[in-house]
């Protein structure tokens, strides 16, 4: 069964730092691109990161670039973002997907999302 479990996401000032994680089990992690998604309230969802499966190649939103920095570490089967000069309108719910595991290119399966919220 694949699984995927965010952690770390919380309540933080305007310019503060976050590092999520999304431990994956149940599939063969290193052989799939990953991608992190987020929703803002009253919002539908927004892409944010890829990362490639062997994590060589990332790509990441406009509105993010600069600031955000996806990983990964195939041997620990986890995926991260790396949140830096955070903005209010970075508050959402974040969650990581695999791609392609059961269809390909599809964001097939999805974790349960942590929440962030960037606010004074």
């Known amino acids: 069964e694949v699984q995927l479990v965010e952690s770390g996401g919380g309540l933080v000032q305007p310019g503060g730092s976050l590092r999520l994680s999304c431990a994956a089990s149940?599939?063969?992690?290193?052989?799939?691109?990953m991608t992190w998604v987020r929703q803002a309230p009253g919002k539908g969802p927004e892409w944010v990161s890829l990362?490639?499966?062997?994590?060589?190649?990332?790509y990441d939103a406009d509105s993010v670039k600069g600031r955000f920095t996806i990983s990964r570490d195939n041997a620990k089967n986890t995926l991260y973002l790396q949140m830096n000069s955070l903005k209010p309108e970075d508050t959402a719910v974040y969650y990581c997907?695999?791609?392609?595991?059961?269809?390909?290119?599809?964001?097939?399966?999805w974790g349960q999302g942590t929440q962030v919220t960037v606010s004074s």
């Open positions: 990362i490639n499966s062997g994590g060589g190649r990332t």
């Open positions: 997907a695999t791609i392609g595991v059961g269809v390909p290119g599809a964001y097939d399966y």
């Open positions: 149940g599939f063969t992690f290193g052989y799939y691109d």
